[in-house]
């Protein structure tokens, strides 16, 4: 699913997450979860799910019901977006913070992540969000691996310096997701074999 991330808050609207549809049965079972936890973010809006085939309600009869509902403004947002990258993750608020944060003594936490973790959902986020602040390019032959400084995650490594934890460690279950536990354990060897020569 994929779609427009744009989300203004001056307005009565309505947002429709789209999926694709399925025969299989319980197949949106995850769809009406991800509609709820929007709701949660923004009670004052209509928020629904369409479909592009197979199951109901279809676009155009969710947008009339939304505008007959008084929505003055409706988006159609996937439950994830293609970003420039052409990798999918999540859509943002504003270009700020993404959709699905919710925030715990002021610490922002990701309520996918918290709904997988408590076995609410059978989907983890997308992986280009799991990683993060880790980027992947692929090219012909390898992957370049790369931290991607943005102030937003000031924070966190500043934690990870006063820890003495590199960012690899922190991002663990997401590079083994994507490369595998094997791959994972030689990076940490490299990594040790650096620290110790770097001590000398």
């Not at 699905?100 to 936490?109: G, H, M, Q």
Request: aromatic share 10%; charged share 30%; glycine share 4%.
């Amino acid at each position: 699913m994929h779609g427009i991330a744009e989300n203004s808050l001056n307005s009565l609207k309505a947002i429709i997450l789209l999926g694709h549809g399925s025969r299989a049965e319980g197949a949106n079972r995850d769809m009406y979860k991800v509609v709820d936890i929007f709701q949660k973010k923004w009670p004052e809006r209509i928020v629904t799910a369409a479909f592009l085939e197979i199951n109901e309600p279809s676009i155009p009869d969710c947008i009339d019901t939304c505008a007959k509902k008084g929505a003055e403004e409706i988006r159609q947002i996937g439950t994830s977006i293609l970003d420039e990258d052409n990798e999918l993750t999540t859509p943002l608020v504003k270009g700020k913070e993404c959709v699905y944060v919710y925030f715990e003594n002021k610490v922002a936490r990701c309520g996918i992540e918290k709904a997988f973790n408590q076995k609410k959902i059978n989907f983890q986020k997308p992986l280009s969000c799991h990683l993060y602040p880790i980027r992947i390019s692929s090219y012909k032959n390898y992957d370049a691996v790369n931290y991607h400084k943005w102030k937003i995650c000031s924070p966190a490594c500043k934690c990870s310096s006063q820890i003495k934890t590199p960012i690899f460690q922190f991002v663990k279950n997401a590079l083994i997701r994507k490369y595998g536990k094997e791959w994972f354990e030689k990076l940490s060897l490299i990594a040790k074999k650096i620290r110790q020569n770097s001590d000398r």
